[in-house]
């Protein structure tokens, strides 16, 4: 097969699990379609390929029945699906952790959630962490590349032979690349480098007297700053008055802000790390202007323009926040799945509940999050500072 039989095979699947799929299918209806969209890659349930719901006894009492499993012709479990409706949040950690526990218990190098997207896990030898390794998160695009990827990687010819094994090499080299990336950039922003910096500095310029050294050093601020996106590994670029990492040393102003009088887009914003000093003044949306005076003011006019443009609805809800953990940013009642949980809930036109208490950076990184949740791609959204 070539590229384009690959890519009319993921949009066949785009069509079975997401385009035709009404709003209130329920989890069998759309396990029914996972399937299918199995069948199209070549497995078959009549062969014995597929089994659905098999029971796995686990220590006296303990039964797991996970949704999907495939075998090998030697009835070795190759990969293990959990499906859940479109409706519902797949990346709240019990569903996850779930797919997990099968995984493990069926000693399967492979698990694929399936719900508002697909997920796809590892955990073979080549492993590098203590958890099933997240490989992707693909979006039901028809052009979507890591799609068209996975329809090549688990069409049943080419998993069978392997054929996953190059991008399986690239993504855990990535993976050891972020880690290691990770490592650098904790230590080079530890308050240990900080200190470093400060005798090498006091060194350097010993010909000074100490106390005007001291004096001097008192009126700067010295710091490495991170801009850089979080989830993802990029080479360093340069970006306009905003170099990624770099020893910035500021006079005293009545500002620290980095972002008086400026305007970013939204891909500008993921590079940047906020602070209490970067305060917006405007929404800009599709070169609609929406006056804000504060963060606050400026997630809930976001929260108004996603359900106005019908980006968002009640059956999206919950959409957790950045972290993905506990809390939620916006959801259907004032609470969160842990209800203990800190929070300051704006009611938006009756039905929607959102969470502003969060600072400056983590109100943007809400707003990206729930972007990319809602598969908002490219969004022409800019805020004015």
Known sequence: ???????????EICFILSESIKDNVSERDFENQVLRALE?????????????????????????????????KEKKTLIVIEVKRPQEDISRDDSIAQLKSYMRQMKADFGILVGNEIRIYYDGQLNPQVDPLLLDKIPFIKDEQSGINFAEIFQK?????GAYLQILDKKIS???????????????????????????????????????????MSQISISLEDNSNEDTIQPPQVLPNHPPRKIVVRPPSSTN??????????SELEKMHLDKDDRPKALIIQNR??????????????????IESNFLKVSNL???????????????????????????WNTVLDKFHVDTKYNADGHKKNIIHTLKHLGVHNPNIKISF
């Open 318 to 344: 919950p959409i957790y926040s950045y972290s993905e953990r506990d809390k939620y940013f916006i959801n259907s009642k004032a609470q969160h799945k842990i209800a203990e949980k800190d929070a300051q």
């Open 257 to 266: 802000s980095r972002c008086v009088d400026k305007t970013f887009s939204i």
């Open 289 to 306: 202007t929406i006056k804000v005076s504060n963060w606050t003011d400026l997630s809930i006019k976001f929260v108004e323009w996603l």
């Open 40 to 72: 199209v890659l070549g497995w078959s349930e009549f062969k014995g390929e597929i089994k659905r719901q098999i029971s796995i006894q686990v220590g006296r009492q303990g039964i797991l029945k996970p949704d999907l499993v495939v075998y090998n």
């Open 157 to 161: 010819k080419n998993f069978i032979s």
């Open 1 to 11: 097969m070539g590229t384009q039989e690959y890519q009319e095979i993921w949009q």
């Open 174 to 216: 990535k993976y050891n690349a972020k880690r290691e990336s990770k490592k650098l950039k904790d230590a080079l922003l530890s308050e240990d480098t900080k200190k470093k910096i400060l005798e090498f500095l006091e060194k350097e310029f010993a010909d000074y007297n100490s106390n005007t050294f001291t004096s001097v």
